[in-house]
């Protein structure tokens, strides 16, 4: 049974930071890239961060230089470090596990409120 575990998320103000934790079992975590999402009301859900098995990251233009994806691989988790948080950064944010090959699979994570407010 795959099961993605996020945690970390909660109310911050804006200009702080949050370090979001994904802990993955049941998948071989080292062949499978992490991503992080999110989604905020009425919007549709976007990437915020992925790492691919071998360690290279992209990033979504409004989070670059703000947020930084990492894992390891010791212990099949992947974290999202969000710093200088914005209200525009308030959303659920999900753990995502991506497998291209040798077909598309996908696991996800139920998913962690993040809220920037005064």
């Known amino acids: 049974q795959v099961q993605l575990v996020e945690s970390g998320g909660g109310l911050v103000q804006p200009g702080g930071s949050l370090r979001l934790s994904c802990a993955a079992s049941?998948?071989?975590?080292?062949?499978?890239?992490m991503g992080w999402f999110r989604q905020a009301p009425g919007k549709q859900r976007e990437l915020v961060a992925r790492?691919?098995?071998?360690?290279?990251?992209n990033y979504a233009d409004s989070v670059k230089g703000r947020f930084t994806i990492s894992r390891d691989n010791a212990l099949n988790t992947a974290y999202l470090q969000m710093s200088k948080l914005e209200p525009e950064d308030t959303a659920v944010y999900y753990c995502?596990?991506?497998?291209?090959?040798?077909?598309?699979?996908?696991?996800w994570g139920q998913g962690t409120q993040v809220t920037v407010s005064s």
């Open positions: 790492m691919s098995s071998v360690g290279t990251s």
């Open positions: 049941g998948i071989n975590f080292n062949i499978y890239a």
């Open positions: 995502n596990a991506y497998k291209p090959f040798p077909r598309n699979v996908n696991y």
